[in-house]
């Protein structure tokens, strides 16, 4: 998986708050429908900029360019929330590729909905939302 953009920059906020910083009060999941925006997923996953410029500098990351560069950045915040969902399909298409054949009812639930958006022509993965500097950093600074 470490040719995935999006786990290694996951790996690396992982690593930052298991071993070196406490994760609660560091992210906040918030609703799309709560925002005054549309947005491509259900929520937004919001993480200081700071946090991701300090995963990406751990001693044992070995790709801080690729760490820093698999989040959309927004003025003081990254949402991580594009790279939550890459991810599920970085996976999905490595078991598919390696012949693997899960069988739960969760695998069956993506294998359908990427076979819908193979069929019509969508895009398996998300990009992010658009130009919301504002609201995102409005968001981290509220209690």
């Known amino acids: 998986m470490f040719d995935s953009l999006n786990f290694v920059g996951l790996k690396a906020l992982r690593n930052l708050f298991h071993h070196h910083e406490e994760l609660l009060h560091k992210v906040k999941i918030i609703a799309a429908?709560?925002?005054?925006?549309?947005?491509e997923l259900a929520q937004v996953t919001l993480v200081a900029r700071s946090s991701v410029a300090r995963?990406?500098?751990?001693?044992?990351?070995?790709?801080?360019?690729?760490?820093?560069?698999?989040?959309?950045?927004?003025g003081d915040v990254c949402d991580i929330e594009p790279a939550i969902f890459n991810v599920v399909v970085d996976v999905f298409e490595k078991v598919q590729s390696l012949g693997l054949r899960p069988t739960s009812e969760e695998f069956d639930?993506?294998?359908?909905?990427y076979q819908v958006e193979q069929d019509r022509g969508f895009d398996?993965?998300?990009?992010g939302s658009?130009?919301?500097?504002?609201?995102f950093s409005s968001i981290m600074a509220m209690d």
Not at 55 to 66: G, H, M, V, Y
Not at 124 to 127: A, G, L, T
């Open 55 to 74: 995963a990406s500098s751990l001693p044992r990351e070995p790709q801080p360019d690729t760490v820093r560069a698999a989040f959309r950045r927004y």
């Open 33 to 39: 429908s709560e925002l005054p925006m549309t947005c």
């Open 124 to 127: 398996h993965r998300v990009s």
């Open 109 to 113: 639930l993506v294998r359908q909905s």
């Open 130 to 135: 658009g130009h919301i500097e504002t609201i």
